[in-house]
């Protein structure tokens, strides 16, 4: 996989963020984003993701859009780390995310296992890199409270 590097190289906190063709158009936004929500040294690795639906799906489904199919290769490529969809599309593949995610959430409560959910505004397609923006902010401010 190739990577693409932004920020403070020398930072010692790194958020690393799976990235197709369509997010690289927007990720320098992203980083002066982050920049502007907090004063925290990041170095941001961009790591491409060439089969998007294959390797980033926890589940294995029909196509959603175009004729890509989706694997289940989520785990072995991000070692766990789940992808949030959109749940109010039309689509009811995508419409099912929602509950999948709450229900994920749900059993890691009742194990004592710290996380938290967040739902924000807009679609999966929308301003993602404003979102991913906020969502790193949060991550580094928190990292100050610690």
Known sequence: MRTYEYGNIQADIVLVQPVGDHDLA???????EIQRLTNKGFRL???KVE???RNLSPWQDPAVFGNDD???GAKKTLAGILNLCQEKAR????GKVG??????YGWLNERGISCILEWNKGG???EPELRMARAFAWLLRGHQEN
């Open 26 to 32: 927007g990720i320098e936004a992203e980083v002066a």
């Open 45 to 47: 690795l961009a790591v």
């Open 51 to 53: 089969d998007w639906n």
């Open 70 to 72: 989706f694997g289940d």
């Open 91 to 94: 689509n009811p593949v995508m």
């Open 99 to 104: 509950d999948c995610i709450r229900d994920a």
């Open 124 to 126: 999966h397609f929308k």
